[in-house]
Every structure is written in C-alpha cells, then in structure tokens.
C-alpha cells in the first residue's frame, strides 16, 4: 500500500489550500475504505479531520473543518481531496492521509475519528497558516 500525499505549504490566514492524496493498494478492495485526513501540531495528539467513503462519497467532517473544509474523492484515481478555505493560524499542522476499512456510517456512529482505525499512512505534508 502506497499512500502519496502533496499540496500543502504556507499561507496567510484567509488562505486556501488543496491537499491530495493518492493511494496505490492493489491488494485491498477499496469500495470498502474510508480515505481520511489527520492533523498533528506540535505537542499535541493527532486529531481526525476529515474522512470520504471511496466508493460512495459520503463525508464526516469534524467539528473544526466544518464549514472550511471540503473533502472529494476522484474514485477512477484513487485520490481523495481536502479543500481548505479560510484557514487560521491553528490549522498549522502536518497533515496525514490515511486509509481504514471503517465506513463514515461508522465514525457517525462513534462520533468521532480515531486513529486507531486506519491500517496505512502517508508521510505527512505541512500546512503553516502565518502572515
């Protein structure tokens, strides 16, 4: 499982960034993934951001992104996207993809995104939000 992650970088608060995230699994029946987005600033835990159903579509959006951020999905490419539009100074963080056989159903159900759920990450990519 390869999981490539690009498009973050530094913006002025206000700003927008579009994250991607591109997964190579051949082995795994994706229909059944949830394709995720995880922060971790410095000194504190990694939280959930976003999570997209590969196949369907459907979104969970944690408290923090709601209403900024935009997760899609491009399934013929296996490639999740995160739209961010207004972001602030606590957004900096590095971003992590990630890939877990939970359905956002699921996480609706739990109410929230753990980590502990996702088998595969990506490296991270950095987003500083600074004027």
């Known amino acids: 499982v390869q999981i490539v992650e690009s498009g973050g970088g530094l913006v002025q608060p206000g700003g927008s960034l579009r994250l991607s995230c591109e997964v190579s699994?051949?082995?795994?029946?994706?229909?059944?993934?949830?394709i995720a987005w995880f922060r971790q600033a410095p000194g504190k835990e990694r939280e959930g951001v976003s999570c997209?159903?590969?196949?369907?579509?459907?979104?969970y959006y944690a408290d923090s992104a709601k209403g900024r951020f935009t997760m899609s999905r491009d399934r013929a490419k296996n490639t999740a996207y995160l739209q961010m539009n207004n972001l602030k100074s606590e957004d900096t963080a590095v971003y992590y993809c990630?890939?877990?056989?939970?359905?956002?159903?699921?996480?609706?159900?739990?109410?929230?995104?753990?980590?502990?759920?996702?088998?595969?990450w990506g490296q991270g990519t950095q987003v500083t939000v600074s004027s």
């Open positions: 990630a890939i877990g056989s939970i359905s956002v159903a699921t996480i609706e159900a739990i109410g929230s995104m753990s980590p502990r759920y996702y088998d595969y």
């Open positions: 699994a051949f082995t795994l029946d994706l229909d059944y993934y949830c």
């Open positions: 997209i159903d590969l196949k369907d579509g459907n979104t």
